[in-house]
């Protein structure tokens, strides 16, 4: 472990020089649920001053000062509120960075929209707020159970076809993940193929015509629901019971949307959890 008294220098934002005490002293506030997220699961909690309105997990953000919306912050709450650093992602809107930098305060935008992108920005947390080690210490800790899955999803899958998964991100239209998405690496992750790693866009709205053309052999529901089960509600769908995993029943409906769809530290939890989902359909259709 390096020497936490070494004083380490980097640029911030408004041009100024901060040694590692005070990077050790910063406060900050997140304007993402994902960062959020990874702020606390990187033992840096107690550094945040505030949040976004959609930050509502872990439990204790909660209890933080709700500083504007998702990418709409109040400023004069911001601004009273004195963090050294915010943190945001790509999907701030444009001249957020410009406006904070003007007000004195260092931005960092942080897209998490790949596994890689989330090792990034957990490293780039905690050496904004002077604790590099929790930062690797982390990184390697996820590292180690993503191989681990990686690994089982192999051997599992050394002698069958992955199945071809439909992930779908809202109803009315039907909505689903293309392969920029976060939650395209989640599915190659957990076994399966996505069905619409061909389109180009992060989300996009679908037909159901595309649908019974690709005919996907799973369809993950990822998003919360208080109607009827997923398979009657899809069944009625015209032409959806048509569909083979309508027909076979695989359907899933019971996986945290946010694991599956929030591109932070709870990935792996839905990476896993989706992963036994089809190693189960797999097992139960032999």
Not at 80 to 90: I, N, R, S
Not at 136 to 153: G, S
Request: net charge neutral.
């Amino acid at each position: 472990m390096r020497a936490a008294w070494l004083i380490l220098l980097l640029l911030s934002a408004g041009g100024q020089r901060v040694s590692a005490a005070e990077l050790a002293a910063r406060t900050a506030v997140s304007l993402a649920p994902s960062l959020t997220e990874l702020v606390f699961a990187l033992g840096l909690g107690d550094r945040l001053v505030g949040r976004s309105s959609a930050c509502d997990y872990p439990p204790e953000a909660q209890a933080l000062p709700v500083l504007g919306d998702f990418g709409r912050p109040n400023w004069e709450a911001l601004l009273q509120a004195k963090p050294a650093l915010v943190l945001a992602t790509d999907l701030e809107k444009p001249g957020l960075l410009r406006r904070l930098e003007g007000q004195g305060i260092q931005a960092r935008l942080l897209p998490c929209e790949s596994w890689k992108d989330l090792m990034e920005a957990a490293r780039v947390i905690s050496r904004e707020l002077g604790d590099e080690d929790a930062g690797r210490r982390w990184v390697t800790a996820m590292e180690t159970r993503r191989a681990a899955l990686k690994q089982r999803v192999e051997t599992f899958y050394a002698a069958r076809e992955r199945p071809r998964v439909y992930l779908e991100v809202w109803g009315d239209p039907p909505m689903t993940a293309g392969r920029p998405s976060f939650a395209d690496d989640l599915i190659t992750l957990a076994g399966g193929r996505n069905i619409a790693a061909a389109l180009d866009r992060r989300y996009v709205a679908t037909s159901t015509e595309w649908i019974m053309t690709e005919d996907p052999d799973a369809i993950v529901v990822a998003y919360m629901t208080t109607h009827a089960p997923a398979l009657e509600r899809m069944a009625q769908r015209p032409g959806w019971d048509r569909l083979r995993a309508v027909r076979e029943n695989r359907i899933c409906a019971t996986i945290n949307p946010d694991w599956l769809l929030r591109p932070g530290p709870r990935m792996l939890d839905g990476a896993e959890a989706l992963a036994e989902w089809l190693m189960k359909q797999e097992r139960n259709a032999q």
